[in-house]
């Protein structure tokens, strides 16, 4: 009964960010990364006020998912023409492809499955779950936002000023008030089978630039970085424990998902002339970064603070310099919030 | 300076522990590096990773960045190294553009014997067990809280330190004397107390109903001072490794 509440919030979720990413791209996996984007980002840019007015999570969640059906209405409207060609292509893709490619992309496939698997099956305790999911738990059976110290279920005297900027968790309890799951259910059991394959997805996308589309070497890619991964739990610091470990945890995604799309959206940056597309997703990963954890609010300008350094000396120019200034924006004036919060 | 130096040096031993993945991070900058068709790469990998390191390393960021992410945290600076990125993206071109095959695999060898004596393995018995439920927190959690709903509305519950992260996971409306943190002063000393080999029962029965905390549950391993029933507290229900009781 879980697994398939589970599997209709994973259509959902699927047809609602290809909807959304679609007017950014023709590409498939293009447009699923981008529709991912917008939805993180209106989500952090709705919910930041709502906790400051202390509106109920039942609000919250009408206004995200009338603004998120809109959204896909006009885009069915104005891409009905395209919304399905994309997926021409990958049966006619497949079919020209040599056996033991195919069969290096079963076993890079295999890999991350099990990878995936074992996450799912097993369980690994982590006691930073008792702040992450306790949040979004209270979310779903108090209709509240940070209004509960999730550790003694009493009122907060002051708002927790470090956690208030990053309300990830109230984004799972969104996620899973959908189709009527338990968000612990929800983050232990069913999100790995989400996040960990979309790590990993991220990274497909950033080696098909890299290897220009070389199927073979970006299943190798893969498989390296699966390695890697796997055996990468040599201290509980690294972003392959968090991955492995912990991924239902807003810290877990900044480390796995958000900065590899950083370094995605700099790859498109410097390869492609159309730029303005790739300069607002940035822009937006902003909000992503800062809605997953309070450290995306700092890392996240660092991180691209140092890869616009990098593009600004490649391209000759310092507007991209400004440019990669403009996308921390959302990360400073969040910055500047947290700091009159906390003083 | 010094200190910052000192904080810096151990936030990378600790990252990196006694793996070898930065030596293989450090061959595969080189290999970009020296590599003529690389010049995008150049760019976009190792660039950016040479101005984290540098920004991770320099003192005055160092301290800049400790003092807003917090120096217990300082060592997240290293996610932004895209370290296994790099790795994986030298090793498969290394593969491909070696066309001696004794070469390419003895590479092959010594990335995959680096990397499986780097000691970190994740799917071990001491990472993952078996679930108890689908929750994946401990049974006990679930039949404490569904037993105290069903017997009152508004619980407040004083529970043993292994259960503390898992009761608000399951149920969000309970209310519990202490989590993981204890604030108040009377939290701290039962929390303390609790945590005793003998547990003075006098202390967490009056300082819990001080608190308005109706039910107290403990482990059966917990050797109990006196019994709670002497204290105003009912015995109210036994579980399989724990044993509640109801303040009357």
Not at chain 1, 25 to 53: D, V
Not at chain 1, 84 to 100: A, G, W, Y
Not at chain 1, 203 to 227: G, H, N, P, Q, T
Request: net charge positive; hydrophobic share 50%.
């Amino acid at each position: 009964m879980h697994e398939l509440r589970f599997i209709l919030l994973l259509i959902i979720i699927f047809i609602v960010i290809y909807l959304l990413g679609i007017s950014f791209s023709k590409k498939i996996g293009k447009s699923l990364l981008f529709g991912f984007i917008i939805a993180l980002a209106i989500f952090q840019i709705i919910i930041i006020p709502m906790i400051f007015l202390h509106t109920t999570f039942t609000f919250l969640k009408i206004t995200y998912f009338s603004i998120i059906i809109l959204l896909c209405i006009l885009s069915l409207f104005y891409n009905r023409v395209k919304i399905v060609k994309p997926f021409h292509s990958i049966k006619f893709n497949i079919k020209d492809l040599p056996k033991r490619t195919l069969l290096i992309i079963l076993i890079t496939v295999l890999i991350v499955f099990i990878q995936t698997f074992i996450v799912y099956k097993y369980t690994h305790i982590d006691e930073d779950d008792a702040f992450y999911v306790a949040t979004a738990v209270a979310a779903n059976e108090t209709d509240s936002m940070f209004k509960y110290d999730v550790y003694t279920g009493e009122e907060y005297s002051k708002f927790p000023a470090r956690y208030v900027l990053s309300p990830f968790p109230i984004l799972l309890a969104t996620l899973a008030s959908i189709v009527g799951l338990h968000v612990t259910i929800l983050s232990h059991t069913f999100l790995p089978l989400l996040l960990i394959p979309l790590a990993y997805f991220i990274y497909v996308l950033i080696a098909s630039e890299l290897f220009r589309c070389d199927y073979k070497k970006v299943s190798i890619f893969i498989i390296v970085i699966s390695f890697l991964n796997i055996f990468g739990s040599y201290s509980v610091y690294t972003t392959s424990s968090f991955l492995l470990f912990r991924i239902w945890q807003g810290k877990a995604v900044l480390a796995n998902i958000i900065v590899p799309i950083v370094i995605y959206l700099f790859i498109l940056l410097m390869k492609y002339k159309k730029k303005h597309v790739n300069w607002l997703m940035l822009f937006l990963t902003a909000f992503c970064g800062s809605l997953v954890s309070s450290m995306g609010i700092v890392l996240f300008p660092v991180l691209v603070g140092c890869m616009g350094i990098s593009y600004s000396i490649y391209s000759k120019s310092i507007k991209t310099l400004l440019m990669s200034g403009i996308c921390c924006i959302p990360c400073i004036v969040y910055g500047i919030i947290e700091i009159i919060l906390l003083y | 300076m010094r200190e910052m130096i000192n904080m810096v040096v151990d936030t990378f031993i600790n990252f990196n522990g006694n793996s070898f993945y930065p030596i293989l991070f450090v061959i595969s900058i080189l290999y970009i590096i020296i590599k003529k068709d690389e010049k995008f790469n150049k760019y976009l990998l190792i660039l950016p990773s040479i101005c984290i390191i540098l920004i991770f390393l320099f003192p005055i960021t160092a301290y800049v960045l400790s003092k807003i992410l917090g120096a217990k945290v300082y060592w997240r600076i290293l996610w932004l190294i895209p370290m296994i990125l790099v790795i994986a993206y030298s090793l498969t071109q290394t593969f491909y553009n070696i066309s001696n095959k004794t070469k390419k695999y003895l590479i092959l060898l010594s990335f995959i014997f680096l990397t499986i004596f780097s000691n970190g393995f994740i799917f071990t018995s001491d990472n993952f067990n078996v679930s108890e439920n689908i929750y994946k927190i401990p049974n006990a959690a679930i039949e404490i809280c569904d037993i105290i709903n069903e017997d009152c509305t508004k619980p407040k519950i004083l529970v043993p330190k292994e259960l503390l992260p898992y009761i608000k996971q399951y149920d969000g409306k309970i209310k519990m004397f202490y989590g993981r943190g204890a604030y108040t002063i009377d939290a701290k000393t039962v929390y303390f107390t609790m945590s005793e080999e003998i547990v003075d029962i006098s202390i967490v029965t009056a300082l819990s109903r001080n608190n308005e905390c109706n039910y107290l549950v403990f482990n059966n391993n917990q050797i109990l001072s006196d019994t709670p029933e002497n204290y105003g507290y009912a015995f109210f229900k036994q579980l399989k490794n724990y044993i509640i009781y109801k303040l009357i």
